[in-house]
Nanobody, 112 residues
Framework: QVQLVESGGGLVQAGGSLRLSCAASGSTLNLYAIAWFRQAPGKQREWVAGISSGGTAAYADSAKGRFTISRDNAKNMVYLQMNSLKSEDTAVYYC??????WGQGTQVTVSS
């Protein structure tokens, strides 16, 4: 079965940047639309950004102007570039494709 694996999280100061990566084991991501979600402790999972198989991007209001989703089909990777990070961005971040299960996510912690 295809599995998505997130990486790139860590601890960063407010105003800093991180780039998250989403990689697939078992198949190419080229035909999938991919979305990034996040879930903070005690809160519901929230949609952050998405990218179509053709590369069209969309963003939640909380991410607009700060986050950029992209894909590199040659490397079979999807990325989420996060700039101007705020403490409110602290969460576990997941990438998701229709029909594929949730992975372990990657922790992003933004300190004030």
């Amino acid at each position: 079965q295809v599995q998505l694996v997130e990486s790139g999280g860590g601890l960063v100061q407010a105003g800093g940047s991180l780039r998250l990566s989403c990689a697939a084991s078992g198949s190419t991501l080229n035909l999938y639309a991919i979305a990034w979600f996040r879930q903070a402790p005690g809160k519901q999972r929230e949609w952050v950004a998405g990218i179509s198989s053709g590369g069209t991007a969309a963003y939640a209001d909380s991410a607009k102007g700060r986050f950029t989703i992209s894909r590199d089909n040659a490397k079979n990777m999807v990325y989420l570039q996060m700039n101007s990070l705020k403490s409110e961005d602290t969460a576990v971040y997941y990438c998701k494709a229709d029909g594929l299960s949730w992975g372990q996510g990657t922790q992003v912690t933004v300190s004030s």
